[in-house]
């Protein structure tokens, strides 16, 4: 699986746009996108995936751009509930040989 | 659907007793997945079933560890004897299907060995 590189940190304004975003330059063609977030004392939580378009749904946004190196997620009105480490991961589909692992992800603040 | 659950929450015991940690995850999914999360190590990957078979334990710290799903709505991971470097948040995950990555988390079990 690809490697990704986020930043450690980020914060953001109650009620703005929160963008965080990934880069994953050596991603392959099969590769898909996963977004998931950890929320304090909780386990992760899946957001969103996407492959080659953008994505949407109730959580966020997913932007990914056309050469797929890098992404963006957005959560278009950040409440103080969105505080919490977000996870990118790229991933092959169906790949039973490797597993899902996280690396450090990027803890958003969403600031009163 | 109560989602995947892990008992117990929260975990205290002594340097050298069996702990076990257990798992039932959402009815249909056909993966399980244990994981543990450290400040110092983060989020690690322990063992992975597929339809109640051990796919790879390769993440599986040493011999203390042992992992078990006996059948489709449970499964336990066990560490005997138990260490103080084995403190840590331990959550199991269950997905449904092999074509995707969407992974379901349990609230996890706090394990402080004394």
């Known amino acids: 699986d690809a490697k990704t590189t986020q930043p450690t940190s980020m914060d953001c304004a109650e009620g703005r746009a929160a963008n965080l975003p990934c880069n994953h330059s050596t991603i392959s063609g099969n590769e898909y996108v996963y977004w998931y977030r950890q929320i304090h004392s909780q386990g992760p939580q899946y957001i969103i995936h996407?492959?080659?378009n953008n994505e949407t749904n109730e959580m966020a946004s997913l932007i990914i751009t056309e050469d797929r190196k890098s992404s963006t997620l957005i959560l278009p009105h950040a409440t103080l509930r969105d505080t919490a480490v977000y996870y990118c991961?790229?991933?092959?589909?169906?790949?039973?040989?490797?597993?899902?692992?996280f690396g450090g992800g990027t803890r958003l603040m969403v600031k009163p | 659907d109560a989602g995947v659950i892990q008992s117990p929450r929260h975990e205290v015991t002594e340097m050298g007793q069996e702990v076990t940690l257990r798992c039932k995850p959402i009815s249909g999914h056909n993966s399980l997945f244990w994981y543990r999360q450290t400040m110092m190590r983060g989020l690690e990957l322990l063992i992975y079933?597929?339809?109640?078979?051990?796919?790879?334990d390769s993440g599986m710290p040493e011999d203390r560890f042992s992992a078990k799903m006996p059948n489709a709505s449970f499964s336990t991971l066990k560490i005997q004897p138990s260490e103080p470097r084995d403190s840590a948040v331990y959550f199991c995950?269950?997905?449904?299907?092999?074509?995707?990555?969407?992974?379901?988390f349990g609230s996890g079990t706090q394990l402080s060995v004394l």
């Open positions: 995950a269950s997905k449904q299907g092999s074509y995707n990555e969407k992974l379901f």
């Open positions: 991961i790229v991933r092959v589909e169906g790949n039973a040989g490797n597993m899902l692992t």
């Open positions: 996407g492959l080659k």
């Open positions: 079933f597929n339809n109640n078979v051990p796919i790879d």
